[in-house]
């Protein structure tokens, strides 16, 4: 059983919008940090985006703050990340990651850790940007 499915992505032009949407298992969901891992081609994972199922904390990346909004359906278990504003700088192919909550770990804290240190991940989607 698959336990995160991504959609969405695509392309699209510098200043457009898309959205990725994760569907996750009701095990991958509950009480999880669940976030957007993204890899660009020659570059290090980054992780761009993190939500607590449990609590709505959320948590972004510096590149990303003020132009991505995470969220959370909790009736359809499924994570949205709504890109606004894209460059190109964007492009990457973008992975769903889950991590149950451990004790006292703030969604800070998940974001780094989502990079390795998951319970999940999807096969990913490809975003590209293009100028």
């Known amino acids: 059983q698959k336990q995160l499915v991504e959609s969405g992505g695509g392309s699209v032009q510098a200043g457009g919008s898309l959205a990725l949407s994760c569907a996750a298992s009701?095990?991958?969901?509950?009480?999880?940090?669940i976030g957007w891992v993204r890899r660009a081609p020659g570059k290090e994972r980054e992780g761009v985006a993190v939500?607590?199922?449990?609590?709505?904390?959320?948590y972004y990346a510096d590149s990303v703050q003020g132009r991505f909004i995470i969220s959370q359906d909790n009736a359809e278990n499924t994570i949205t990340l709504q890109m606004n504003n894209l460059n190109p700088e964007d492009t990457a192919m973008y992975y769903c990651?889950?991590?149950?909550?451990?004790?006292?770990?703030?969604?800070?804290?998940?974001?780094?850790?989502?990079?390795?240190?998951?319970?999940?991940w999807g096969r990913g989607t490809q975003v590209t940007v293009s100028s």
């Open positions: 990651a889950a991590r149950r909550a451990r004790p006292g770990e703030t969604a800070v804290q998940a974001l780094g850790l989502l990079m390795y240190e998951y319970d999940h």
């Open positions: 009701e095990y991958a969901y509950k009480n999880s940090h």
């Open positions: 939500i607590f199922t449990g609590g709505g904390n959320t």
